[in-house]
């Protein structure tokens, strides 16, 4: 056999030549892309990008073996060795330097699989076999193939100026020589790595990885960050059209050169003001490494991710230039790009688009932490993330939102952003005292704190206490009563059961089509239709409509809507304030009312501590209830709003919430942050990542037959199938799933319950649920 016939793929068809080149220019660009992390120089000695890019070059050289090449054309069901211990091989013939050798080795055998633990782990097969039971299971090999192979990667690797031997070697033993090199490497990372080492190998995977999957998929990376010095004129070329001009926070934002808190009310251009930090950002680090910084923001909920995205594809120009991180993201790229005369076309390109987000595409992307948090997962599968966030600049919005464990992990997680050269800012109209210290004390070096002058900001909303709750009669005949004046009304309970029973009780009140319930138990077509309405009824600049929305915390961050008056459920303050926020947003008004009403106390469960209206813990509801007592009927004032916060947070219970983030941040960070095993695998703790930031979800067993039809509507495609049927789906907590049933033959969680496309899930039903209730059901 010689080296042209010699595959790397078969479906589609590939040359390995042909693959090896393209990974290898992968490398090469991911390289261009990142830039000099100082961190992983000092590790490696400098050898770091170096050896990605041979290990990219060499990476599936180990598939020449003629088990391989039989399994690829179809000759054999398996092979069932690994390629990669048979790459290994190459690397002595092309590679002088040892300590270059073993950084090059490391990233070729890690690039599928662990070296100990999750699935087949490679010492496991490979560590206690003789030298004759390695020849036995890998031989044959083409010889005269294998030498043809060998002088292509060294005059490649010359070729692109990547240190190689002086000359091609024409007689080598390549089984000999990955198995000495195995046992090498093997001994080489036994002991435990110290932290800038550990975490170099994580990520030199990551980065032979990700170039290897970029040449698969025949993806290309964006090499241009539209976050950059041309951000600021054209925002403010936007801003002049409109009669306006950047404000103080903002000038000074874009001023910053490092770490950044901001303060600012919403409505007060915040987003703006984090965008222009970053691109002032991007300048720097790509100064100072020669690389292309990535942006991303995140945000805690997915109608805000969805809308922020939108809004700033709008900013950009472009919507293809900006990546939607969170596990919906085709779904979301679908409902924009949907059309109905061809469905499948549009899942098709929904589906390319979100994966190639996944292949880290884009340069600006908009998600979930937890997207990026799941890069400390390691392995094969998530090593990619952490190289792709060096030398990145994070917008944190509104970590208020977090519950103490996961603001723990998202703080600890900016602690190693800033080892690899990152920096971050955090965005919020409503950060309290306590936050800031906690975000300080994650990262090392000096932050800026910008706030926002509210000395001549008008005035936007007028604050009212009641003494009922929000779905008393006395409450709904008030807020029919504002209806019946033809006002648009923002209505937000704290759960989903006393939402839909105030928008049964509401919605008579107003022309069906003037009526929104929105919470996140709606099957997502139903939500992603809901969400455009509301956008285009209520949206700022829509023009001012009378109706209804009825909502839960889902309407608290990054959706530009405004409203004349709200009605809402006692909450912690930074909520309540959120809330405020999409009432009279631009103060194109006088003040506007903004009426809270206390909430009802109980345990979630026969025992336990109190919660309001079964969602937040007590202490900080009646800390802000008692704050807001004094200001009853008066205008609130948004510059007093975080002297109100910094009270909550100083009592007892806010320093019992400090030292809780403080233990997960610590804990986080013993758990995941060492890498002094970088190569044990951490599949097991996959699972527990889902459990906490994203749930479950599951299908109605009356839309069954229709999830299945969709899932094979795409003629054989079916990631465009299961894209069109993921369109049933209901997000559910975790500990939810014992009330669902598994259809093993669709792969997916049945729900038997009752639903209605305006009101959401209902009643859930069946024997799963009395199992569940009578604790026989963990």
């Known amino acids: 056999?010689?080296?042209?016939?010699?595959?790397?793929?078969?479906?589609?068809?590939?040359?390995?030549?042909?693959?090896?080149?393209?990974?290898?220019?992968?490398?090469?660009?991911?390289?261009?892309?990142?830039?000099?992390?100082?961190?992983?120089?000092?590790?490696?000695?400098?050898l770091f990008w170096a050896a990605a890019c041979l290990a990219g070059l060499c990476h599936d050289a180990g598939k020449i073996p003629d088990g391989f090449q039989a399994m690829l054309k179809g000759q054999i069901k398996a092979w069932g060795e690994r390629h990669e211990v048979v790459s290994l091989g190459f690397l002595p013939a092309l590679i002088k330097d040892d300590h270059l050798l073993l950084w090059t080795a490391t990233g070729v055998a890690t690039h599928h699989r662990s070296l100990e633990g999750g699935r087949g782990p490679l010492l496991l097969a490979y560590g206690n076999a003789s030298d004759t039971e390695w020849r036995d299971r890998l031989q044959p090999i083409p010889q005269n193939a294998a030498v043809e192979l060998s002088i292509w990667l060294h005059g490649t690797a010359q070729g692109a100026q990547l240190p190689t031997t002086p000359d091609p070697q024409h007689e080598f033993d390549v089984i000999g020589e990955a198995r000495q090199l195995f046992d090498s490497l093997w001994q080489w990372w036994e002991q435990?790595?110290?932290?800038?080492?550990?975490?170099?190998?994580?990520?030199?995977?990551?980065?032979?990885?990700?170039?290897?999957?970029?040449?698969?998929?025949?993806g290309v990376m964006h090499m241009r960050q539209p976050l950059d010095a041309a951000f600021r004129p054209q925002l403010e070329r936007v801003l002049a059209d409109k009669g306006h001009q950047l404000r103080p926070h903002q000038s000074d934002a874009a001023a910053t050169d490092g770490h950044l808190l901001l303060r600012a009310p919403t409505g007060s251009g915040k987003t703006e003001a984090g965008l222009l930090w970053a691109a002032a950002q991007v300048g720097q680090i790509s100064t100072e490494t020669g690389g292309i910084p990535r942006v991303f923001l995140t945000l805690p909920y997915l109608a805000s991710i969805n809308a922020m995205a939108v809004r700033l594809g709008r900013l950009l120009g472009n919507d293809d230039l900006v990546g939607v991180m969170h596990s919906r993201a085709a779904s979301f790229h679908l409902?924009?790009?949907?059309?109905?005369?061809?469905?499948?076309?549009?899942?098709?390109?929904?589906?390319?688009?979100?994966?190639?987000?996944?292949?880290?595409?884009?340069?600006?992307?908009?998600?979930?932490?937890?997207?990026?948090l799941r890069g400390v997962l390691a392995g094969p599968a998530h090593s990619s993330t952490l190289i792709d966030s060096a030398n990145s600049v994070?917008?944190?919005?509104?970590?208020?939102?977090?519950?103490?464990?996961?603001?723990?992990?998202?703080?600890?997680?900016?602690?190693l952003w800033e080892k690899l050269g990152g920096r971050i800012a955090v965005l919020s109209a409503t950060l309290p005292d306590a936050l800031a210290d906690l975000f300080r004390t994650a990262l090392e070096a000096a932050i800026q704190v910008v706030?926002?002058?509210?000395?001549?900001?008008?005035?936007?909303?007028?604050?009212?206490?009641?003494?009922?709750?929000?779905?008393?009669?006395?409450?709904?005949?008030?807020?029919?009563?504002?209806?019946?004046?033809?006002?648009?009304?923002?209505?937000?309970?704290?759960?989903?059961?006393?939402?839909?029973?105030?928008?049964?009780?509401?919605?008579?009140a107003v022309d069906e089509d003037a009526a929104y319930l929105l919470h996140s138990r709606f099957r997502r077509m139903d939500r992603s239709a809901l969400e455009t309405a509301i956008g285009k009824r209520f949206g700022v600049g829509c023009g001012r409509h009378p109706g209804l929305v009825v909502a839960t915390q889902v309407v608290e961050v990054s959706l530009d809507v405004d409203f004349d008056c709200l009605f809402t459920s006692a909450a912690p303050l930074e909520a309540l304030l959120q809330r405020f926020g999409r009432v009279n947003r631009i103060a194109a008004r006088p003040p506007a009312d903004v009426i809270v009403h206390p909430a009802t106390f109980a345990p979630r469960r026969a025992q336990g501590p109190d919660f309001a209206d079964g969602v937040y813990p007590r202490t900080p509801v009646e800390s802000g209830w008692n704050i807001l007592s004094a200001y009853d009927g008066e205008p609130v004032d948004e510059a007093q709003a975080r002297l109100w916060l910094d009270e909550v947070y100083g009592t007892a219970w806010g320093q019992e919430w400090h030292d809780e983030v403080e233990r997960h941040r610590q804990e986080f960070t013993d758990a995941f942050?060492?890498?002094?095993?970088?190569?044990?695998?951490?599949?097991?703790?996959?699972?527990?990542?889902?459990?906490?930031?994203?749930g479950t979800e599951a299908v109605l067993a009356e839309d069954r037959d229709a999830y299945e039809a969709d899932l094979h509507s795409a003629d054989g495609d079916q990631k465009a199938g299961r894209l069109l049927a993921e369109r049933y789906l209901i997000p559910m907590p975790y500990w939810a799933a014992p009330l669902t049933t598994w259809e093993k033959k669709l792969g997916v969680r049945l729900l038997n319950a009752d639903y209605d496309p305006r009101l959401g899930l209902g009643q859930i039903r069946g024997p799963a649920v009395q199992a569940y209730e009578a604790g026989e059901v963990l």
């Open 1 to 46: 056999m010689n080296l042209q016939g010699l595959l790397a793929k078969s479906r589609p068809r590939e040359q390995l030549t042909a693959h090896l080149a393209a990974t290898l220019d992968g490398a090469i660009a991911l390289r261009w892309r990142v830039g000099t992390v100082s961190a992983l120089d000092e590790a490696t000695d400098g």
């Open 394 to 415: 994070f917008v944190l919005d509104e970590l208020h939102a977090y519950d103490p464990r996961r603001l723990g992990y998202i703080l600890a997680m900016a602690g």
């Open 335 to 372: 409902a924009g790009a949907i059309c109905p005369d061809d469905e499948i076309a549009a899942a098709r390109k929904a589906v390319s688009r979100a994966a190639a987000t996944r292949l880290f595409r884009e340069t600006v992307r908009v998600g979930t932490p937890y997207q990026i």
């Open 451 to 508: 706030e926002a002058d509210t000395t001549d900001t008008p005035l936007r909303h007028r604050l009212g206490l009641r003494d009922r709750h929000l779905t008393d009669p006395k409450s709904v005949e008030e807020i029919r009563q504002r209806l019946a004046e033809h006002e648009a009304v923002l209505v937000v309970a704290n759960n989903v059961a006393d939402a839909q029973h105030l928008f049964a009780e509401l919605s008579p």
């Open 673 to 694: 942050l060492g890498f002094a095993h970088p190569f044990i695998s951490r599949d097991d703790l996959a699972e527990r990542f889902d459990e906490l930031f994203d």
């Open 192 to 218: 435990p790595a110290s932290h800038k080492r550990g975490l170099a190998a994580v990520l030199l995977q990551g980065a032979v990885t990700l170039a290897d999957h970029v040449s698969s998929a025949h």
